[in-house]
């Protein structure tokens, strides 16, 4: 009975952290539109929803401090239990990175716009996916779709990079454009931050998987991912 | 026996935390130093020593999750043991940041110089210490000191905001030295980042030691805090 209402707990922290996930998705896709757009109303959408995702995190938090306190956890679901809490931290982070581009979009509005060609929304599209596909390989325990998202890291690097280059060169030869460039430039930033906070989580997945593994042919455990 | 093997693992944990610490702010400290002497050669002791940093960040949430395991925690003990696997993971961060900021200055060396009226070192030296107040704050379980931490981050913020007018500025009216003043205002968004993080741990650490009070006065316990 106890062990049910422990198995129940696991499932109710996996739903939470699904719903955390899809919050922070939507404020840095939100946050995105109101760049392309230059819409302040959808700004202010991000910054009123920031605390939303502050509140859900307590929550995941909580639910996993009850969880580790109702009984002595298995090895492997304390290790899930744990990277539950690394995982919302992460997505919690996420968020704030939208906040930061609403930011500087609000900033932008006033602005005289650049000319610069960069795709700031495909860089998003690529950061977002990066999230979400973490976020699944830790629910299904899939340590591969985990190491993909490792592997794209580079390529927002990369955008990053090219952003910051195309940024610096117009803040020289478009001189009255130079503040759109420059926050354009920070955005690009604040994505490729997204991308280290799902590389972040996809660490974690494989740290949590391989000791799951290990502990697993130790002891004979079922793993928690697959409940 | 087992409760003070236990005990001691709790004491080695705190060492260990107020270890990754000392390393997070000395990485930071030496950012700061490449950037006041524009000196390579200490941006890479940054970068050498962040695979240290990390390999910090593992050994403490391997120990944490090992005291977990070990026994069942009191709930004290448990939010102890939670408090530090976050705390550790934003130390970890600001080790990152110092990582950025070592990048930036490398960027710089080649680059003229702009003669921006702002005081990166001061800023730095601001968030250091909001950040070794707040690890100080977690394991002398002070709430009074985390909120003092938490009332130093508009000071930051606030340099944060000045330099980046400054460095603006600079970019149009000395368009030559544009990208010093660019990567000058990254790294006051990277040190700001730093006190973000302090301020997260400050956050931890009331979270922390309210939910020890109360079930303190509920269950009896002594503070893991003050062992």
Redesign the interface.
């Given at each position: 009975m106890t062990r049910t209402r422990f198995h129940q707990g696991l499932d109710d922290l996996k739903q939470k952290l699904l719903a955390m996930g899809g919050m922070a998705e939507q404020a840095v896709e939100r946050a995105i539109r109101a760049y392309d757009n230059r819409d302040i109303a959808v700004c202010e959408l991000v910054l009123r929803d920031e605390a939303q995702i502050n509140a859900a995190e307590?929550e995941v938090?909580e639910l996993?401090?009850d969880l580790?306190?109702m009984?002595?956890p298995m090895?492997v679901d304390?290790?899930f239990i744990?990277a539950c809490?690394?995982i919302n931290?992460d997505l919690e982070r996420v968020g704030d990175q939208a906040v930061n581009i609403s930011e500087r979009v609000m900033d932008m509005v006033a602005q005289t716009r650049s000319t610069l060609n960069v795709d700031i929304p495909r860089m998003a599209s690529l950061s977002i996916n990066m999230v979400r596909d973490a976020l699944n390989s830790f629910l299904t325990a899939n340590a591969e779709m985990a190491q993909s998202v490792l592997e794209r890291d580079d390529l927002v690097d990369n955008m990053n990079r090219e952003i910051f280059e195309a940024a610096?060169y117009a803040?020289?030869h478009q001189?009255e454009a130079?503040?759109d460039a420059?926050d354009t430039?920070?955005i690009a930033?604040n994505l490729e931050r997204v991308a280290d906070h799902a590389t972040n989580i996809a660490e974690d997945v494989i740290?949590w998987v391989r000791g799951t593994d290990v502990r697993h042919r130790a002891e004979g455990q079922t793993l928690t991912g697959s409940s």
């Open positions: 307590r938090d996993s401090i580790l306190a009984q002595q090895a304390l290790r744990i809490i690394k931290s610096d803040m020289t001189v130079h503040r420059l430039l920070i930033r740290f």
